[in-house]
């Protein structure tokens, strides 16, 4: 079983900041990887699907990247609707469907 | 507008049984892979099941295999999840989701399943 660790756990960052979040794979996954966000009481939402392709109506300032065991969602500058939960999700091989134990962007 | 509502969740004693419901629009039913999320109380996400619009295939995490099943309803757009022999450690918000390429690209706002004596 693929295992994604992500770090760090938790970003204390402020609006208008940029936010890298990182996701490692315990082995090779190409670019099978999805990027979500959840807030409290909502829907978790898909951001970026095979590491870079976003999503319908996901904004310019969030991208994904990379490739084999290492990946990296970055929000370019921080809004207020941006401070959440974030997790990665691959899958390859599955199953299982295994998703990373998530990164929480607080407001510093 | 894609919208799926789960129903069904509420309060259990160990042991006991729960059937989930997941009631969808705005999405090809028909051709889409279904499945459940859950999170648990300060926890991750946990993928719990999956099936295939023909329900030719179900995959299901192995700590539920056995004990849980999933099934839907075409006709009606709905999506189930029968939970049997539930444990404390079931307790957690369950999501449905559609499930396209391996990705969950819909959500629903979640049921919540509380497991206790």
């Known amino acids: 079983e693929i295992v994604l660790t992500q770090s760090p756990a938790t970003l204390s960052l402020s609006p208008g900041e940029r936010a890298t979040l990182s996701c490692r794979a315990s082995?090779?996954?190409?670019?099978?990887l999805a990027w979500y966000q959840h807030k409290p009481g909502q829907a978790p939402r898909l951001l970026f699907y095979?590491?870079?392709n976003r999503a319908t109506g996901i904004p310019a300032r969030f991208s994904g990247s990379g490739s084999g065991t290492d990946f990296t969602l970055t929000i370019s500058s921080l809004e207020p609707e941006d401070f959440a939960v974030y997790y990665c999700?691959?899958?390859?091989?599955?199953?299982?469907?295994?998703f990373g134990g998530g990164t929480k962007v607080e407001i510093k | 507008e894609v919208r799926l509502e789960e129903s069904g969740g509420g309060l259990v004693q160990p042991g006991g049984s729960l059937r989930l419901s997941c009631a969808t629009s705005?999405?090809?039913?028909?051709?889409?892979?279904m499945g459940w999320v859950r999170q648990a109380p300060g926890k991750g996400l946990e993928w719990v099941a999956n099936?295939?619009?023909?329900?030719?295939?179900?995959y299901y995490v192995d700590s539920v295999r056995g004990r849980f099943t999933i099934s839907r309803d075409n006709a009606q757009n709905s999506l189930f999840l029968q939970m049997n022999s539930l444990r404390v450690e079931d307790t957690a918000i369950y999501y449905c989701?559609?499930?396209?390429?391996?990705?969950?690209?819909?959500w629903g706002q979640g049921t919540l399943v509380a497991v206790s004596s």
């Open positions: 705005g999405i090809n039913f028909n051709n889409y892979w």
């Open positions: 095979d590491a870079s």
């Open positions: 999700q691959h899958r390859g091989n599955w199953p299982p469907l295994t």
């Open positions: 082995q090779s996954v190409s670019n099978f």
């Open positions: 989701t559609s499930f396209w390429s391996g990705y969950f690209d819909n």
């Open positions: 099936m295939h619009h023909d329900g030719s295939q179900r």
